[in-house]
């Protein structure tokens, strides 16, 4: 297996809101989805919540411990 395929991301395509506007990103994969966003959500302050790019499923809303 090359490193590339180590690093490439195999998860969900999710939304990152924040105050006035919004970003993707693509999950690793490697934890499940609520808590790899939960992970990435405490590594960047500010977030609202996070969303399924395509399902629209709230997968780390603000304030909650998943």
């Known amino acids: 297996m090359s490193a590339?395929?180590?690093c490439t991301p195999t998860g969900r395509t999710v939304l990152f809101f924040r105050?006035?506007?919004?970003y993707p990103i693509?999950?690793?994969?490697?934890k499940?989805?609520?808590i790899?966003?939960?992970d990435h959500a405490a590594l960047n302050p500010g977030t609202l919540?996070?969303?399924?790019?395509l399902t629209g499923e709230v997968l780390?809303?603000?304030g909650t411990k998943q």
Do not use: K, N, S, V
Request: hydrophobic share 45%.
């Open 60 to 62: 780390w809303p603000e």
């Open 36 to 38: 790899e966003c939960a």
């Open 4 to 6: 590339h395929a180590i």
């Open 19 to 22: 105050e006035g506007m919004f």
């Open 32 to 34: 499940p989805a609520a």
């Open 49 to 53: 919540r996070i969303e399924d790019a």
């Open 26 to 30: 693509q999950l690793m994969g490697t």
